[in-house]
């Protein structure tokens, strides 16, 4: 197959400058989302002509469109998340679909829910899926839900890979709250989601096929390692830094690992995802799990990411991955292999 694979454009690869609300968080954080999908590109390219695919890089800027059409692909294989603010990781799939163009992955209108987590959490409300109480903050003077209880977390409801989310985003009082609100905002922009902090352990459960979806092995993430004890949670430093370690499959009761595993398949079809997915968990001190969402287009690189190395345990390696993904997406779009 001939087939197309988005990649960061020089000038957006190369751009520096402060942070502006939507665009990506700080520089730090910008230049750590670039390297990512620049070797998970590189990767994924690699894979993809050893298999004897045809591949075109097809850069997203101003020439998208324009690039798009030309080049005659029969499928795109999408990682892209953008250096610009994650909303482009939606806008890039509805430019796709105006287009006519195939791809990878979910659709822009699933990507826009899953970015925006208090959309997510309504929906996995509706559904009977468990998820933390939560309130939505657009201004730091909202008023606060009487029913929200404390400690509470703080976090850009439009980011991803942890982005907006420090040791100081958990607080223990609404003054507090009021503050790290007002500084959020001022980067990242709203909306904001506060939520209940579960205490407890993290889990991710990657999900990947169609007909059915199945869960792959379930992912501990062990704060231990940088020093948090059992009760740390994913702030951006730790999770860039790669201090962080992850146990899989996680060490936990066969009934824990296939709840946790039946809830990432209910969310993925809650959403209504394709081919693959990620879904975030943390479990109290009493066992309960509870989905803190999803993410619709899980990280690919090759020995770092959460999803490829639980696929590695469920007996995929990088490179058939890779493959299975394409095959996926060619099936559910009825385009023959060749």
């Not at 250096?83 to 482009?88: D, H, I, P, T, W």
Request: include cysteine.
């Amino acid at each position: 197959m001939r087939v197309g694979v988005l990649m960061l454009a020089p000038e957006e690869r190369h751009a520096t400058g402060p942070a502006r609300p939507g665009k990506g968080g700080t520089e730090v954080e910008r230049g750590r989302s670039i390297a990512q999908q620049e070797a998970t590109t590189a990767a994924i390219s690699r894979i993809l002509a050893e298999a004897g695919h045809e591949v075109v890089e097809i850069p997203v800027n101003d020439r998208f469109m324009e690039r798009l059409k030309t080049a005659g692909v029969d499928i795109v294989f999408n990682t892209y998340a953008g250096a610009a603010g994650r909303a482009s990781q939606f806008q890039v799939c509805a430019v796709m679909d105006l287009m006519g163009v195939r791809y990878t992955g979910s659709s822009a209108e699933v990507h826009a829910l899953g970015l925006a987590k208090h959309t997510t959490k309504k929906i996995l409300r509706h559904e009977g899926l468990p998820t933390p109480a939560f309130q939505t903050f657009y201004t730091p003077e909202t008023p606060l839900d009487a029913m929200l209880r404390f400690p509470l977390i703080v976090k850009p409801s439009r980011e991803g890979s942890s982005v907006g989310i420090s040791e100081d985003s958990v607080v223990d009082d609404e003054r507090t709250l009021r503050r790290v609100l007002e500084r959020t905002l001022a980067v990242y922009g709203g909306p904001v989601l506060a939520e209940e902090f579960i205490e407890g352990r993290e889990f991710t459960v990657g999900v990947l096929g169609n007909r059915p979806p199945r869960a792959l092995p379930v992912v501990e993430v062990n704060f231990a390692a940088a020093g948090r004890g059992t009760q740390g949670f994913y702030s951006h430093e730790l999770k860039s830094q790669d201090v962080i370690g992850t146990e899989c499959p996680a060490n936990v009761e066969v009934s824990l690992a296939e709840e946790l595993q039946r809830l990432a398949v209910g969310a993925f079809r809650a959403l209504e995802c394709s081919d693959c997915a990620r879904v975030d968990f943390r479990v109290d001190g009493e066992g309960h799990p509870y989905i803190l969402e999803l993410n619709t287009l899980p990280g690919m690189k090759e020995g770092y990411s959460d999803f490829p190395k639980a696929a590695a345990v469920a007996g995929y390696s990088y490179e058939r991955l890779v493959l299975a993904l394409l095959d996926l997406a060619a099936e559910r779009h009825g385009i023959a292999a060749r």
